[in-house]
């Protein structure tokens, strides 16, 4: 991962003021195209790939709108989400866990296929 200049560099090589240079990496940070690293400094994350900085729960939640599953639809296993979103499988059951207790999701039981409860709203998933 590239870094970025200090603000001091930012500064002095295009005339402007700290304020300006910090609004603008809050603007890349916002767009997912850099971070900040400790100490101050701000590093490219990747070359123009979006980051999904959501909770996990958040995005799972989103699983059942962006696929268009219906009420009573199978969900997809943790093993197809922990793929998806490139995280663990026992991290995936948590946030499964806490879409059940939410409501969203229904539990059909050890081995059993997860189906969907609710569709979540906008409200709900923010």
């Not at 916002?30 to 790939?49: F, I, L, M, N």
């Not at 900085?53 to 995005?59: A, D, I, K, N, S």
Request: charged residues 25%; hydrophobic residues 45%.
């Amino acid at each position: 991962m590239m870094k970025l200049p200090p603000a001091a560099d930012l500064m002095q090589a295009h005339g402007v003021s700290r304020g300006v240079v910090l609004r603008a990496f809050g603007v890349l940070q916002k767009e997912g195209v850099a971070e900040p690293e400790p100490g101050g400094r701000w590093r490219v994350v990747r070359s123009g790939d979006q980051v999904d900085r959501r909770p996990l729960t958040e995005r799972i939640a989103a699983v059942v709108v962006d696929d268009r599953l219906m009420v009573g639809a199978p969900f997809p296993s943790a093993s197809a989400l922990a793929i998806r979103f490139g995280v663990s499988r026992p991290t995936v059951t948590k946030a499964l866990d806490k879409l059940e207790a939410a409501g969203v999701l229904a539990s059909g039981g050890q081995g059993r296929v997860r189906t969907v409860r609710a569709v979540p709203n906008r409200e709900e998933r923010s």
